[in-house]
Every structure is written in C-alpha cells, then in structure tokens.
C-alpha cells in the first residue's frame, strides 16, 4: 500500500513538472517575467502575512503581560510629548477583539508651576492598527472616566488648559485639536 501512495505521488509530480515546463515553454519571454514577478510577489504577501502574525502573537503573549514593568517609560514618553510632568500609578494591558488595550489608572499631568492641571482616575485606550500606516498614535477608542481639569490665566492674560498654554495663532495647521479629531472615538464619562 505503501509503495503504491509512494509511485502516485511520484506520477503526480512528474505530471505537475510537466505542466509548468510546458507552460513556461508557450509563454513569450515577456508574459514569463510577469508570471514570475506574480509569484514573487504572492510569495512575499504570504511571508508578510506570517510576520505580521507573529508580531501579534509576540505582543499578545510576550509584551502586553510585561507592561506594567514600563510604567515609569511610558510616563517619561507621555511627559516629553506634552512638555509637561506627567505621572501614572498603574498599568494594565490586554488584548480587545482584535486590538491591544491599555488601561491606565491615577494619571496626573502638572504644569510648570507643578501643580496638578489633568488628573485621569482611568483611562482606556485600545489601539488602532492605522497607527502603522500613520506613523503615529492613534486609537480605535479612548475612554476618560471623571476628569478633573484645572484651567487657569495668567496675570498677562494667557490661557492655560491642563497646564498646557492655548496659543490659537501658534498653528493654523496640526496640532493637539487635530489629533483629538483623527482618533476613533472618544468617550469621556463623569
């Protein structure tokens, strides 16, 4: 039975040389570059397609449980992005459907004067897959659970919210109203 299986396959190989020699034979040169540049790239598709998946297993099973160990480098990231102190108490991670989520607990940012101006009791972030192709952070949902926001002005007359100084003719374009509005959702309770 054995030999027999081993002699069809043996048949089955032959026959499947065959075609593609003679195929290739019936092909002008040209049509032969492109079918060969076809298969190169399905080729690379599928070895695309498998390092994505094992990107996603390993930030799944091997990133995502270690998160918590980065709490302070995520703070120091947060902090230079802002321009101001930030601190966080406590980080979880975990995986939503298909995208990595972030939950965030007792997030104060403080303004210059070191004072809390935002202080964050939860936030939720699950991250967008976008994120890659925008080069940039961006969220499928963001939620903030009670918010304490402290605005003040200066004696010269500035604004500040969160710390941070509202200059509206600083930039027509970009800017921290323009990636609140690029995001998925965003959903603030209390």
């Not at 994505?52 to 230079?80: C, G, H, N, Q, T």
Request: glycine share 8%; hydrophobic share 45%.
């Amino acid at each position: 039975m054995n030999t027999l299986n081993d002699a069809v396959h043996e048949v089955e190989e032959v026959v499947h040389d065959a075609l593609d020699a003679s195929l290739d034979e019936q092909l002008p040169p040209r049509e032969r570059r492109w079918l060969a540049w076809l298969r190169r790239a399905g080729w690379t598709l599928v070895g695309l397609y498998f390092l994505a998946a094992v990107a996603m297993l390993v930030l799944r099973f091997w990133a995502l449980p270690r998160i918590a160990d980065y709490k302070d480098e995520i703070a120091a990231a947060v902090s230079r992005a802002l321009g101001e102190k930030v601190t966080i108490e406590r980080v979880d991670a975990e995986w939503y459907g298909l995208h990595p989520r972030l939950e965030l607990g007792g997030v104060k940012i403080h303004d210059r004067r070191g004072e809390e101006a935002l202080v964050l009791p939860y936030v939720g972030a699950s991250v967008a897959w976008r994120s890659i192709a925008a080069g940039e952070l961006r969220f499928k949902s963001l939620v903030l659970d009670r918010p304490d926001l402290r605005i003040r002005r200066d004696p010269q007359g500035r604004l500040f919210i969160a710390g941070l100084e509202l200059r509206p003719t600083d930039t027509p374009k970009g800017g921290t109203a323009d990636w609140v509005l690029e995001q998925g959702e965003i959903i603030i309770r209390g």
